[in-house]
């Protein structure tokens, strides 16, 4: 009867146990989403910040114009491109952040302002010559377009900042990287002159923000004189914008939850005992790194 209230009592701490490990989890991801969607809004108002700065910018370059202009044609023309960058500014004041399809829409709109913009700085410029009044009458108008320029910029490096932030919530990690040596028979040895394959083992952790499907990964396997073991010159891959060697490489299909991977190199060649390295790289970054001292 003891026996059983053990048994009872020990199958009800296991349950207990399970179910906590799992409410962790699932606070973790929650948390991980939210943090990520937070991000993605953030982007999406600087977006927006960053359109109207844009176009007060260009309101106060068609002021300046105005002022330069003596031809009467082209002061009603730009009076009438005066008016269109109001009415999409009030537009986009409007807008909600989280419209982005609207943004995307008023983006376009921008860059056809900054193109006409463009054309008629061209054409004033061609007809006026500046003269000691005008740069007075222009010098807070100028001042006002400097102030303009310089917030642009911060909000451009703040939004950068941001994307980068994103990038990485988005990259895999490689967890539990670990170099095994392995004999003809399949039995562990820490002998280098015994073994016949190197095992590379790890986890790719669990990441909800990164995208799914097929990937693969390339293991790059350091020997203890800074050398990268590899079968032929033919096997890199891009990383950092340029081609690096490899060891070896697997696909694997990745769902978005923890995938355990396990890679062999065969030894074909004499290799000395010391400190050997594993760099793992997915989607070109380098996800994880593991090492191992082998003897003789």
């Known amino acids: 009867m003891k026996d059983k209230k053990r048994i009872a009592i020990i199958a009800l701490s296991a349950a207990m146990a399970i179910l906590l490990v799992t409410g962790c989890c699932l606070w973790i991801a929650l948390r991980k989403s939210q943090a990520y969607n937070i991000e993605i809004q953030e982007l999406m108002a600087l977006e927006k910040e960053e359109m109207l700065n844009d176009l007060t910018s260009a309101q106060i370059q068609y002021d300046e114009l105005m002022v330069r202009i003596n031809n009467d044609s082209l002061r009603i023309k730009l009076e009438k491109e005066q008016v269109r960058t109001q009415q999409l500014l009030e537009e986009l004041e409007h807008v909600k952040s989280t419209s982005a ?33 005008l740069k007075k009458e222009n010098k807070a108008v100028r001042n006002k377009y400097n102030e303009a320029s310089k917030k642009i910029s911060n909000l451009s490096e703040e939004k950068k900042i941001l994307s980068e932030k994103v990038t990485l919530a988005s990259q895999l990690d490689a967890t539990g990287v670990g170099l095994s040596l392995l004999r003809k028979n399949g039995k562990e040895t820490n002998s280098i002159k015994r073994a016949k394959q190197i095992e590379i083992a790890f986890t790719i952790t669990k990441n909800i923000t990164a995208s799914t499907g097929e990937k693969r990964a390339y293991i790059r396997i350091m020997q203890p004189d800074g050398e990268v073991l590899t079968k032929g010159t033919g096997n890199t891959f891009v990383y950092e914008n340029r081609n690096i060697e490899f060891s070896i490489s697997r696909s694997f299909e990745y769902t978005g939850e923890s995938h355990d991977l396990t890679l062999y190199w065969d030894i074909e060649e004499t290799l000395k005992g010391g400190e050997y390295s594993a760099y793992i790289f997915v989607d070109g970054n380098m996800i994880g790194s593991g090492k191992a001292f082998f003897e003789e």
């Open 101 to 133: 399809s609207e943004i995307t829409r008023l983006k376009k709109e921008l860059k056809t302002v900054r193109a006409v913009l463009k054309n008629y700085v061209m054409q004033i410029d061609s007809l006026n010559r500046e003269n000691e009044s």
